[in-house]
Antibody, heavy 121, light 110 residues
Framework: EVQLVESGGGLVQPGGSLRLSCKASGFSFSNYGMGWVRQAPGKGLEYVSAISGNGGSTYYANSVKGRFTISRDNSKNTLYLQMGSLTTEDMAVYYC??????????????WGQGTLVTVSS | QSVLTQPPSASGTPGQRVIISCSGSRSNIGNNYVYWYQQLPGTAPKFLIYRNDQRPSGVPDRFSGSKSGTSASLAISGLRSEDEADYYCAAWDDSLSGVLFGGGTRLTVL
């Protein structure tokens, strides 16, 4: 069974940093691209960042470019999102999601339960 | 312009057929596949439709997707109370070189 479990969310002050993690299980992690999608309170979904299976290709939304870094450790089946210079605009539930790959890409076929990032002084 | 436009709300009665639209442009829907996600209240999104009209295993055939030009639609037939959720369309956008989500449509089953 495919499982994605996020962690690392919490309360951070404006200008602060936070690292999110997503532990994957139930599939061959290195064979799949992965992404982060966020959802601000009461708002819609926003594609934040993505990374290829081997980590060689990455994507960032303009809203986070230069402040966030996506990475993965395939030996640990874990995806990361290092977030810096956080503002209240970054406050959201952050979902880790698996790219379905192949002809299905760039759909996200499995999602974690999400981790809440609160930015407040 | 890199925007996918959905109606903010839709509604129907049990058993009815409801259609949710998603309007984009050549750089997204026009040139790329459309995806649909269902988000039940308080839960993570669920993969509903891929490549315009394909259903992942486990998704009932009451859900169907279509695309024409720069617009796409999600149809839900035989509406049930458990279909009450937010629905999002998504597509790759060539200008952004990333995935674009629509603003979402809240479906209410009356």
């Amino acid at each position: 069974e495919v499982q994605l479990v996020e962690s690392g969310g919490g309360l951070v002050q404006p200008g602060g940093s936070l690292r999110l993690s997503c532990k994957a299980s139930g599939f061959s992690f290195s064979n799949y691209g992965m992404g982060w999608v966020r959802q601000a309170p009461g708002k819609g979904l926003e594609y934040v960042s993505a990374i290829s299976g081997n980590g060689g290709s990455t994507y960032y939304a303009n809203s986070v470019k230069g402040r966030f870094t996506i990475s993965r450790d395939n030996s640990k089946n874990t995806l990361y999102l290092q977030m810096g210079s956080l503002t209240t605009e970054d406050m959201a539930v952050y979902y880790c999601a698996r790219d379905c790959g192949g002809d299905c890409s760039p759909g996200f076929d499995y999602w974690g339960q999400g981790t809440l990032v609160t930015v407040s002084s | 312009q890199s925007v996918l436009t959905q109606p903010p709300s839709a509604s129907g009665t049990p058993g009815q057929r409801v259609i949710i639209s998603c309007s984009g442009s050549r750089s997204n829907i026009g040139n790329n596949y459309v995806y649909w996600y269902q988000q039940l209240p308080g839960t993570a999104p669920k993969f509903l439709i891929y490549r315009n009209d394909q259903r992942p295993s486990g998704v009932p055939d009451r859900f169907s997707g279509s695309k024409s030009g720069t617009s796409a639609s999600l149809a839900i037939s035989g509406l049930r109370s458990e279909d009450e959720a937010d629905y999002y369309c998504a597509a790759w956008d060539d200008s952004l070189s990333g995935v674009l989500f629509g603003g979402g449509t809240r479906l209410t089953v009356l």
